[in-house]
Every structure is written in structure tokens, then in C-alpha cells.
């Protein structure tokens, strides 16, 4: 087995003295699709913010793509390639949809990737000059992460890109995620959409209360009887 570019081991953290995430220990090899599933409070996005680095966190261990970063800045981590689409997608809504693509490129990457981005998402193209904020839930989604991929990244993190939208919407984004996956992109997705995160994904942890209840092949998860009652409500 190839070794991960992503391996986070027995992360704690805390907001004040209130611990939000205990002993978490996971791992991401280079083109895998993780999804981190739970309730609404489990600590996905916790997790998901310790890894960028914008969440204060202590680890045993915290390496990347060979490197320790448990030390490493969000804006060191952004410039090795963990990029974070973070939850509720925090676009700049008073500008462009092109202005908001480039910005994807202030820290990493570069606007060559413009075209590619736009071919994978038509609507950004129709609405390029069009405030972000007048897209609906479903295009912002779309921008963000067209933003995100912008940077060329290395390791894409996803925190509850389904938030908000339609059912309709919600497999749409998924797909495009599951494309993603195919031409090669390392990704974690923090979705409380159990089912369609893991019909998607290769592997799942499952978070409850800041801890890791289970880990598995997602579709071994899918179909995990204790996992399905408890977690998935199926
Ligand atoms: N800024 C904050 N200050 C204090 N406590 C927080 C803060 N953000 C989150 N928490 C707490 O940390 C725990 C984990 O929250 P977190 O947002 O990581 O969960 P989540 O799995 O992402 O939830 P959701 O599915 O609603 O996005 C919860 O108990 C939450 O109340
Ligand atoms: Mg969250």
C-alpha cells in the first residue's frame, strides 16, 4: 500500500475547556475519497479545521505529504496544498464570479486553471460577471469549489458542501465530487449526508460526540447493521 499524504494521530481540541474533539486518529492515501459522517455536533468541522490549521489542536502525530505540520501555519498548510472549502462555502458576495475564482489563486496556484474550472462547471461561465451573492445555493457551491480547485490542490478538504440545498441539488454536487475523485484528487468530505458521502467514497469514519466510532470501507459502512441503526437511520 502507498503511503498516506494525509496522517492525523490522536488529535484533541478543545473551545475553551470544552473538549470538541478526543484521541482522533485518521488516515488519507494519495487519490482516496475519505468521508468523515455524523450527526449535527459530532466535530466534522472541528476536525476539518484542525487539519487546515485555522483550529487550535494538539496531535501524537500530524503529518503531510511527508512533512510534520503539527507546528505549520492554516497559511503554510494552504501553500503545501491542503485546501479547505469550508461550511457554508464563505464566498465574497459582492464581488464576480471570475473575481471570486481568482482569489482561489491569491495563495496557490495560478489563473491558468481558469478554463478548465469553467469547462467543468458551464453555469460559472454564463454567470462570470454576476455578484456572487445572486447565485443560488447550489452555483455557490459550485464556485466554492471551483475556488478551492483554483489552488491546484494536493489534498481537497470538503466541509458539508450538501448544506442547504435540494435533494436534486445535493447528488449534483456529489457527482461533481465523485468526478473530482476520478481524475485523481485526494479528498476528505465532511458531510452529515451519511448515505450519499459514503455511496461516493472509498472509506468513512464515522464521528460521534468528538470521537471516531467506526472506520471502515464506505461500503461496508453503508451496510453495517450497528452503523446503519445508529447512524444513518436506515
Ligand atoms: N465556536 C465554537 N465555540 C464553542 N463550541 C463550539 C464552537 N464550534 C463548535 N462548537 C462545539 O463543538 C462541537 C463540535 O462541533 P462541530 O461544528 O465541529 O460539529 P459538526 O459535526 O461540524 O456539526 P454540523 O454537522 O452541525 O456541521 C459541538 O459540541 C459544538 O457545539
Ligand atoms: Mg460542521
Known amino acids: 500500500m502507498t503511503a498516506p499524504i494525509l496522517e492525523v494521530q490522536g488529535l484533541d481540541s478543545r473551545y475553551g475547556r470544552v473538549p470538541a474533539l478526543s484521541d482522533v486518529s485518521l488516515e ?10 455524523g450527526a449535527n455536533g459530532a466535530g466534522k468541522t472541528t476536525l476539518m479545521r484542525s487539519i487546515s490549521g485555522v ?32 461550511e457554508g462555502r464563505q464566498l465574497f458576495p459582492a464581488l464576480s464570479v471570475e473575481d471570486n475564482l481568482l482569489l482561489g489563486t491569491f495563495a496557490r496556484g495560478t489563473r491558468e486553471k481558469l478554463d478548465e474550472i469553467c469547462a467543468m462547471f458551464p453555469i460559472l461561465v454564463q454567470k462570470r460577471n454576476d455578484p456572487a451573492g445572486t447565485l443560488s445555493g447550489g452555483q455557490q ?12 490542490p494536493k489534498l481537497l478538504l470538503l466541509d458539508e458542501p450538501s448544506m442547504g440545498l435540494a435533494p436534486r441539488l445535493v447528488a449534483e454536487v456529489f457527482q461533481h465530487v465523485a ?54 437511520g436506515m
Open 55 to 86: 483550529q487550535p489542536a494538539s496531535t501524537r502525530a500530524l503529518r503531510f505529504d511527508g512533512q510534520d505540520i503539527a507546528r505549520a501555519s492554516a497559511r503554510k498548510r494552504v501553500r503545501m496544498g491542503i485546501v479547505q472549502v469550508p
Open 141 to 152: 457551491q459550485m464556485l466554492a469549489l471551483g475556488r478551492a480547485l483554483m489552488t491546484q
Open 28 to 37: 488519507v492515501r494519495p487519490g482516496e475519497l475519505v468521508a468523515i459522517v
Open 179 to 232: 468526478t473530482l475523485k476520478a481524475r485523481g484528487t485526494t479528498i476528505v468530505l465532511a458531510d452529515q449526508n451519511a448515505r450519499a458521502a459514503l455511496a461516493i467514497a472509498d472509506r468513512g469514519y464515522v464521528m460521534e460526540t468528538g470521537r471516531i466510532m467506526f472506520s471502515g470501507p464506505a461500503g461496508e459502512l453503508l451496510h453495517d447493521e450497528k452503523v446503519r441503526q445508529a447512524y444513518l
